[in-house]
């Protein structure tokens, strides 16, 4: 469907190009990596001369590059290739850390990030269509105004974001949702007159046992939905500190 009101467009910052790659010290990637979030990948150096251990899930950039990156599980640095992508998974910059140049290079630079399911609305500028974005960067055309308001609110169009075309390609399009009584994988959301959060995965809902769950996951509540009690799900495991799975979009290979 056409939006109704103008959305403002981030213009997205591509990769860098970046010089020859320094060998010594590289991450071998040779041999299939598969690491915990928080588990160390490599120890770096550090404008200020200090050395420091990148572990799963940390997000850094380089002196003179300008992209964010995070390390990923099989390793290697994941790129966010602009601000709104980023910002679906972290509410500020606060966590990024500086480290070396040369350092940098010694990551093998793998794909790019995408944003983050159950947060941004997405569309690109040359097509009226607008997507919910899924587990597995699948992506759920969104049929009409009626259910988009429905799901999202009145102010829906304010979580529309333009995706660049080239970056869209990082994405597969899926089937359209079927109605206004489906709530999108990795939607975050509580009932009506209830404290309880919940997040879908798999068709199930799953509580947040605590506001520091929901925090060392990284969700933001500015992206949290308030749905009416005709959302009826079976109930999973809750989520009691960090889960791996919930970030897999983030530190996925």
């Known amino acids: 469907f056409t939006i ?10 591509d990769a860098p190009t970046l010089p020859p790659t320094d060998k010594t010290g590289a991450v071998d990637t040779t041999i299939p990596l598969t690491l915990e979030l928080g588990e160390p990948v490599v120890e770096v150096e550090t404008p200020r001369e200090s050395d420091l251990a990148l572990a799963v899930g940390d997000v850094f950039r380089g002196v003179t590059d300008p992209a964010v990156y995070v390390i990923r599980s099989d390793g290697k640095r994941g790129i966010f290739p602009d601000t709104e992508t980023y910002f679906s998974y972290f509410d500020s910059f606060d ?49 009409d105004e ?30 359209p949702l079927p109605s206004n009584t489906y709530l999108p994988e990795g939607t975050v959301f509580s009932y009506e007159e209830t404290p309880q959060l919940y997040v879908i995965q798999n068709r199930i809902r799953r509580l947040f046992l605590d506001a520091e769950s929901f925090a060392l996951n990284h969700f933001q509540d500015r992206f949290i939905r308030n749905v009416s009690l ?24």
Do not use: C, M
């Open 4 to 13: 109704a009101l103008p959305v403002a467009t981030i213009v997205p910052t």
């Open 146 to 175: 009626n259910t988009a308001r429905f799901l999202y609110g009145d102010t829906w169009n304010n979580q529309v974001r333009d995706v660049n075309v080239v970056f869209f390609k990082d994405y597969n399009i899926g089937e």
């Open 95 to 143: 966590n990024v850390v500086t480290i070396n140049d040369d350092q940098l290079r010694k990551l093998p630079l793998g794909g790019r990030v995408t944003v983050r399911p159950g947060t941004w609305l997405v569309k690109i500028q040359s097509d009226p269509k607008v997507y919910a974005v899924e587990d597995g960067t699948v992506l759920r055309h969104i049929p």
């Open 230 to 253: 005709l959302f009826e799900f079976e109930d999973g495991e809750p989520i009691d500190g960090i889960d791996q799975d919930l970030l897999d979009e983030l530190i996925g290979k």
